[in-house]
């Protein structure tokens, strides 16, 4: 059975034609939308395993994270530090992710971001659903973020229309998580985890927000 194109871009992220990818590898921006389903031993638990990855040249960017179903922001299981730098930045293992993929080509972006579970059944190798929560191609952003209008990184976005030329942005749970995306697709020669955050991190946040 043929997936159909949007089932295969829910599950295996944005799709490129052969000369962007080319190009894109010479960039040397190693981009890893692609999930894996792993198992747990000792807890006897099927998981999904990400890469957070990627990051930018001044004429492009790509880069893949993670937040949770409420579009927080989840632990890194680990860092990943390399010598190279728009590689893979943190691994995450949970049960169910949203994942928020970003390419930008100049002042032009692409904004996948797709939910993603796992269906388990008894005795059986747990089957992958994948739906998208969110598909904007050719936004568009003017700002630099790359370069003059560095000090906007975090707080600009690119607006994205619909076919009928309305404008279509992502609901207001998955804003925050575009920001970081938009910010890391403009982030040259990356090493950072602009999604996944420390767990000691996310753990002093909460404690701050219950003293508050
Ligand atoms: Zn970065």
Redesign the pocket.
């Known amino acids: 059975m043929k997936e159909s194109r949007l089932t295969t871009i829910a599950r295996r992220g944005l799709a490129f034609p052969a000369e962007t990818r080319e190009q894109m590898r010479k960039t040397g921006i190693r981009c890893r939308p692609q999930l894996e389903i792993v198992y747990q031993q000792r807890a006897n638990q099927w998981k999904l395993r990400g890469e957070e990855s990627g990051?930018a040249v001044e004429l492009l960017g790509h880069y893949v994270g993670f937040v949770d179903g409420e579009g927080k922001a989840l632990p890194w299981l680990q860092r990943v530090q390399n010598f190279l730098p728009n590689g893979v930045h943190a691994v995450v293992i949970e049960s169910q992710l949203v994942r928020v993929e970003m390419f930008r080509y100049e002042n032009t972006y692409d904004l996948l971001i797709t939910n993603h579970r796992l269906d388990v059944r008894q005795g059986k190798r747990p089957e992958l659903r994948s739906n998208i929560l969110f598909l904007g191609r050719n936004g568009s952003l003017e700002t630099e973020l790359w370069g003059r209008d560095a000090d906007f990184r975090g707080g600009a976005m690119p607006h994205f229309f619909t076919r009928s030329g309305e404008v279509g942005s992502p609901e207001s749970t998955w804003i925050d998580a575009t920001l970081k995306a938009t910010?890391?697709v403009c982030?040259t020669g990356?090493?950072?985890s602009?999604l996944l955050e420390a767990a000691t991190s996310l753990n002093s946040l909460n404690l701050t927000e219950a003293m508050a």
């Open positions: 990051g910010e890391a982030c990356c090493r950072h602009h």
